[in-house]
């Protein structure tokens, strides 16, 4: 027969073990979103770079055809002005405020989901 210190040494082997199992788990799915995140500093710190330069070359092109060198700068950055009026304006806005969020959401917290669907057999 099996002595009740061998069980209660399995048990806590069991339970252990299950704890660690948790504990990679936890980080696993802490390190993917600071990764996401990571991602999304990145893309956002390019698509400021590429606004930064296609903003320089509206704004010479606007120059060269105003024949002004400073009204293509400001046509751009009255431009910059009128979409800042729009996003204030429209600051409260709920449709906004949920779309933003939900793709956060999908960005940041949903790629356990998309994971699980690629280890699924036959997908």
């Known amino acids: 027969m099996l002595k009740i210190g061998e069980i209660i040494q399995t048990l806590k082997g069991i ?3 299950k704890i ?17 995140l990571v991602l999304l500093l990145f893309m956002c710190a390019v698509f400021l770079l590429v606004l930064l330069f296609f903003s320089f070359s509206l704004a010479f092109y606007l120059s060269q055809y105003t024949q002004s060198p400073y009204m293509g700068f400001l046509l751009v950055g009255l431009m910059y002005l009128a979409f800042l009026g729009f996003l204030y304006y ?5 449709t906004i405020q949920r779309n933003v ?21 036959g997908a």
């Open 15 to 17: 339970v252990e073990t």
């Open 90 to 94: 429209t600051r409260y806005s709920k």
């Open 101 to 121: 969020q939900d793709g956060l959401k999908i960005f940041i917290l949903n790629a356990r989901k998309v994971k699980r669907k690629e280890d699924e057999p």
């Open 20 to 36: 660690d199992i948790v504990k990679l788990e936890v980080q696993e799915e802490f390190l993917g979103i600071v990764s996401r």
